[in-house]
C-alpha cells in the first residue's frame, strides 16, 4: 500500500524536473527583462539535438552539452532578433515554438527513415549512465530516500541549477545588475552595464537551461521517437505559466514544478490508487482518462487567472518585461 | 582656480537640424554654474555631450586642462563627470545601497561587503543627507529619490556634477534642502552645472550664468550683476513681460461643486479623502500640493473617468456623479491633463492634428464616415489662434515640439465651448515663451466665464496667474488661500501638511456661501 504512495512520489519527483529546467531557464531570461515564448521549441531542439548526439557517442555527458549549446544557439536567435533587431519579443517567441516542434519532427522523421534508423536507448551504456543514483545514508530513509536520494544525475542536477540560480540573483552583483537590467534597463545603461551583453548571455544560458530538460524528457521517454507526438508535450508551454506561479524565484521554482508534477502523474496513476485504495479513492476509476491529461493545463489556467489578479508590489515580475530597450527612447 | 570644464567650438548636427553652433562656455572649479534656455536651445544636448551619450561634431572638450574625447557614460565617470538626471534613473524595486552598489566598481562579486554601506553612509553623513540605506526606492518621496540620485554620483567620484532640472518636482522646502546640499558640495570643491527655467532659482543659487538660444551660445554673466528682466531679454533674444497677468473678472455662481469627495487610486488606497470645493465662473482655482497627492485622481474622478467611492459632485445644481466621461463633456465639463511624459494621456502620437481634434467629436458626424473637412477647417483655426508652429494640419502630433503639442490638447478642449475647464500641468516643461501663451489662454477663458481647475506645479505662476489656491497633501484639503494674501512659505507648509486652515474664523474653507446643496447650507453657516 504505501509502495503505490512511495512510487507515485518518486513519478512526481521524475515529471517535475524537466518542467524545473523550463521554468528556471524562463526565468533567467525574463529576469533579464525578456520574455520567451519559444521554450517549446526550444526545449524541442534541445531535447532531439542532444538526445541524438549522446546516442552516437553512447554518452550522457556530450549528449547534455550538445542539447545546452543547440538550445543555447535557439536563444541567441532570439536574442539577435529581440535585442539587436527590436523585433517584437512574443512574435519571435512564437516563432521560435514552431519552428523548434517542426525541427524535431523534421530530424526525427528524418534518422527513421534514414538506413540507420532511429537510434534507441535500450540497453546501452548512456541508459546506465542515466539510472538511479543512491546517495548513501540519505536513499536509507524509508518513503523519502526512495523519493528524493534515488534519482537520476539530472534530477540533482536540476534542483542544484535551481539553488544556485537563486544564491546567483541574490548575492552576487553580476545578479544584482541583471535584475537591475530587467527592471529598468535605462538606469543600468547609464551606469555603464553593457545591457545587450548581459541580455546576450543570460538569454543564451537560460535556454541552454531548457535544453537539458529536453534531453532529460527524451531520455525519460525511454527515446522512442512517435512521429505524431512531441517528447515536450506542452511542458514548455506550462514553464512559462510556472514562472508567474513561482513569483520569478528559482527557489519557488522547486516548489512549483513539485506540484504540477503531482498533476501530471495522477495521469498515470489513478488506476493505481483507486485499486490500491478502493474506499476512499475508487472514484479516481470513473473519471476519464481524458481528463487527467487535461488537468495539468486546467491548472495552469487557474493559475494564470488567480496570479493576473493578484497585483501587488511583493511581485516579482521584471518592471520592464516584454519591452525592447533602446537607448536613444525616450 | 582653473576652469573644470572648457569647451571650444563645440558643433552638433542631427541630420540638417543644427543643435549646438561654435559653443563655448566654461565651468570654473568649485563653482555653480546656471545653464539658461528656451526649449530646444540646445542644453540637453550639449549636456548629454559631456556626459558622453552624444558625440561633438566638431570642436573640443577640456576637463582640468587636458583635451578628451567622452565616447561613453563609463568614461565620463571616469572623468569625474556625474548627471542627475531630470527622469530618475532608479531601480524602483531595489533598496537605496542595492542601486548605489550597481554602479560601484570596486567591491567584489558579492554583495555582502559592509565597506560598501559604511562607505555609502560616510559619504551621505559628510553632505548632510537623510537617507536609509535599506529604504526600497518605490516607497521614497521624489525628493528622497532625487538625495539618491545625487549620493549616487558623489558616490561614484564625481567632481564635476550636472543637475538637469532638479527643482522641477521639489515643493519649496526641499528646493531651500537641495540648495543647501549644492552649496554644501561647492564648498568641498565640486563643480556644479544646474539647468533650469526657473529665474528665481538661477538669482538664488548660481553664481554665474551662461545662455544658449537656439543652439548658439549668447554669453555669461555673473548672477550678482543681473536682473531676471535681463536674463529674459538673454535668452529670448526679445523683451519680453515677465508679470503674468490677472484680470479681475465678476465671479458666477458656483459652477461646480464638491462635497465629501472620497476616490481611490489604482492600488485601492484612499487618493481623495473628503474634498470639498467649489468653482465660480470666471475665477481660476489653483491646486497645489506635493506630486502624487492625488491631484490625478480628483481630476480623473470630475472628468468621470475613475469611479467615486463617496461623496457629490454637482455642476450647476446637477449631480454628475456616476455619468459616462461622455456625458459629462456635454454638460460643459472638459479635462486636459499633461501627464509626466506629455503625450500620454489625450492625444494620439501618431495621428495628425485633425484626426485628434476629431477624437473628441467624432459622434457629431452622421452616419459611419468621419468628416474630415470639418475637423481640418476647426485644426487650422486652432493653429491660426494659438500659433501652434507645424507644417501642416497632418502632421503627426508627436513630431510636434512640447509646446505646440500642449496647445493642440488645450486647443481642442477650449473648442468645445466648456464652462468649466479641468486643466493639470498645462505648461509642464514648456518653456518661457510658450508658458505665456499657455496662461494667455487660460485668462482669455476666464475672462468668457469659463470656471478653470488649475493643477500646477509652480507656485510662483499659480500665485500671480490663480484667483484662488486651494492646497492637498495626502488628499486631503489643507485649505483655500485667497492668492493675494498668501505666502509661499504657507502654501508650502500646507502642502507638507504641517499646516491645516479648513477651520477658520468660523467658516470651512470649500464651501460656498451661496452653494446649491439647499440641504448642507445651514451645516456650513454654523
Known sequence: MFDVITLFLSSVIIYSI????????????????????GVEGTMA??????????????????????????????????????????????????????????????????????EGGWPMLGNTTLAAQFADIKIPLLSDIPVLGPVLFTKNILVYFGVLIAVLMWLYFAKTVPGLKLRAIGENPG?????????????????????????????????????????????????????????????????????GTVVFGLFSTLRVYNVAFATAFPGVLGWLNKIPAHFF???????????????????????????????NYYREDR | MGNAIELRGISKSFGSVAANRDINLTLKEGEILALLGENGSGKTTLMNMLSGIYMPDSGSIFVN????????????????????????????????????????????????????????????????????????????????????????????????????????????????????????MRQDGHSLIIITHKLNEVMEISDRVAVLRHGEYIGSVETAKTSEK????????????????????DKTHPLLEIRDLTVKNDEGALAVDGMNFYIRGGEILGVAGIAGSGQKELCEAIAGLRPIERGQMLHEGESIVG??????????????????????????????????????????????????????????????????????????????????????????????GPNVLVTAYPVRGLDINSSYMIYDILNEQKKK?????????????????????????????????????????????????????????????GIAADSAFEDKKEEADV
Open chain 1, 18 to 37: 524537466p518542467l524545473l529546467y523550463g521554468t528556471t531557464g524562463e526565468i533567467m531570461i525574463e529576469k533579464s527583462g525578456s520574455l520567451n515564448l
Open chain 1, 45 to 114: 531542439i534541445g531535447a532531439v539535438a542532444g538526445y541524438v548526439a549522446a546516442c552516437r557517442t553512447n554518452s550522457l555527458f556530450v549528449g547534455v552539452l550538445v542539447a545546452f549549446i543547440s538550445a543555447a544557439l535557439v536563444g541567441a536567435v532570439f536574442a539577435f532578433l529581440t535585442v539587436t533587431l527590436q523585433a517584437n519579443q512574443n512574435v519571435t517567441g512564437l516563432t521560435i515554438t514552431t519552428f523548434g516542434v517542426a525541427f524535431y519532427y523534421f530530424l526525427g522523421n528524418g534518422l527513421s527513415n534514414s
Open chain 1, 187 to 255: 538606469a543600468a545603461d547609464s551606469l555603464g552595464i553593457n545591457v545587450t551583453l548581459y541580455k546576450y548571455i543570460h538569454i543564451m544560458i537560460g535556454s541552454g537551461i531548457m535544453g537539458i530538460g529536453g534531453i532529460y524528457m527524451g531520455l525519460n521517454m525511454g527515446g522512442t521517437f512517435e512521429g505524431s507526438n512531441c517528447w515536450i508535450n506542452g511542458y514548455g508551454w506550462i514553464a512559462i505559466a510556472l514562472v508567474i506561479f513561482a513569483n520569478w524565484s528559482p527557489a519557488r521554482a522547486i516548489l
Open chain 1, 293 to 323: 491529461s487535461a488537468l495539468p493545463f486546467i491548472i495552469t489556467l487557474i493559475v494564470l487567472i488567480l496570479s493576473s489578479m493578484r497585483k501587488n508590489s511583493s511581485s516579482g515580475e521584471p518592471a520592464a518585461i516584454g519591452r
Open chain 2, 65 to 184: 586642462g587636458n583635451k578628451v574625447n567622452i565616447n561613453s557614460p563609463e568614461q565620463a565617470a571616469r572623468l569625474g563627470i556625474g548627471m542627475v538626471h531630470q527622469h530618475f534613473k532608479l531601480v524602483e524595486r531595489f533598496t537605496a545601497l542595492e542601486n548605489i552598489r550597481l554602479g560601484l566598481k570596486e567591491g567584489g562579486k558579492f554583495l555582502l561587503g559592509k565597506d560598501t554601506r559604511k562607505y555609502i553612509q560616510d559619504t551621505a553623513a559628510k553632505f548632510g543627507f537623510e537617507i536609509d540605506p535599506d529604504k526600497l526606492v518605490c516607497n521614497m518621496s521624489v525628493s528622497e529619490k532625487q538625495t539618491l540620485e545625487i549620493l549616487k554620483v558623489i558616490c561614484y567620484g564625481a567632481k564635476i556634477i550636472i543637475f538637469d532640472e532638479p527643482t522641477a518636482v521639489l515643493t519649496v522646502q526641499e528646493i531651500d534642502k537641495l540648495f543647501d546640499v549644492m552649496r554644501k
Open chain 2, 230 to 249: 535681463e536674463l529674459t531679454e538673454l535668452m529670448v533674444g526679445r523683451r519680453i513681460d515677465l508679470d503674468i497677468k490677472r484680470p479681475l473678472m
Open chain 2, 323 to 416: 455619468m459616462s466621461p461622455k456625458k459629462i463633456l456635454e454638460h460643459g465639463i472638459s479635462m486636459s491633463f499633461i501627464p509626466e511624459d506629455r503625450l500620454g494621456m489625450g492625444l494620439a502620437p501618431s495621428l495628425s492634428i485633425t484626426d485628434n481634434m476629431m477624437l473628441k467629436n467624432y459622434t457629431e458626424a452622421k452616419g459611419i464616415f468621419v468628416d474630415r473637412k470639418a475637423a481640418r477647417k476647426e485644426a487650422k483655426e486652432a493653429i491660426d489662434k494659438l500659433e501652434i508652429v507645424t507644417p501642416s494640419t497632418e502632421t503627426p502630433v508627436r513630431k510636434l515640439s512640447g509646446g505646440n503639442v500642449q496647445k493642440v490638447l488645450l486647443g481642442r478642449e477650449i473648442k468645445s
Open chain 2, 449 to 509: 466665464g469659463v470656471g478653470i481647475l488649475f493643477v500646477g506645479e509652480d507656485l510662483d505662476v499659480m500665485l500671480a496667474l490663480c484667483d484662488k489656491i486651494m492646497v492637498m497633501c495626502h488628499g486631503r484639503l489643507q485649505g483655500v488661500v485667497n492668492s493675494t494674501n498668501t505666502t509661499k512659505e504657507d502654501i508650502g507648509l500646507m502642502m507638507t501638511g504641517a499646516l491645516n486652515i479648513v477651520n477658520k474664523e468660523g467658516k470651512t474653507d
